[in-house]
């Protein structure tokens, strides 16, 4: 059965959802030494690596930014270890920006926010490109790109191309 895929974000429709993320972060974190961008693994990682870059290019301010991937297993994060990268101490007493690509049900970042917590952090916010609006768990989002309301049957998808542009598609 062939699957009918619609473009709903181009490359340059994702730089400037980033850039605009990015200004958001800036201004609401600019009297901080330090952030943590918390990327859940695999394309939410790609997403915060974009979105790191784009933090040091733009900040005027000395706020540093850490990139860090979290690494869960989306379908069983109970029965799989949740991990960092990085020392878990690298959370401590800082603000936390956890990261992901598309907020479905909102079951990742459940388990992404519930990890986190373990840590004394200063402050927690969280990070999408596309939510859509379908929301089984109590997860606000903080930074946005696109809200898009879908049906539960689709799905939307990121696709990073050979030349590494992203590209995000409704099916």
Not at 50 to 62: D, G, H, N, R, Y
Not at 66 to 91: R, Y
Not at 107 to 121: A, H, N
């Amino acid at each position: 059965m062939p699957t009918d895929k619609t473009l709903i974000l181009n490359h340059t429709q994702i730089n400037q959802k980033i850039d605009r993320i990015a200004y958001q972060i800036v201004e609401d974190n600019y009297q901080e030494t330090e952030v943590v961008i918390v990327g859940l693994a695999q394309k939410g990682y790609v997403f915060a690596e974009k979105l790191v870059e784009k933090l040091k290019a733009i900040s005027t301010t000395p706020v540093e930014f850490n990139l860090v991937k979290l690494t869960l297993d989306k379908g069983n994060p109970l029965k799989h270890k949740i991990e960092l990268d990085k020392p878990t101490s690298i959370l401590t007493n800082k603000v936390i920006i956890l990261v992901d690509d598309v907020l479905n049900s909102g079951k990742t970042l459940i388990y992404g926010v519930k990890f986190i917590l373990d840590y004394p952090i200063k402050r927690m916010s969280t990070a999408v490109l596309v939510d859509r609006n379908n929301k089984k768990y109590p997860i606000g989002i903080h930074y946005c790109g696109l809200a898009l309301s879908t049906t539960l049957k689709n799905n939307i998808s990121m696709e990073i191309d050979e030349k590494g542009e992203i590209n995000a598609y409704l099916s």
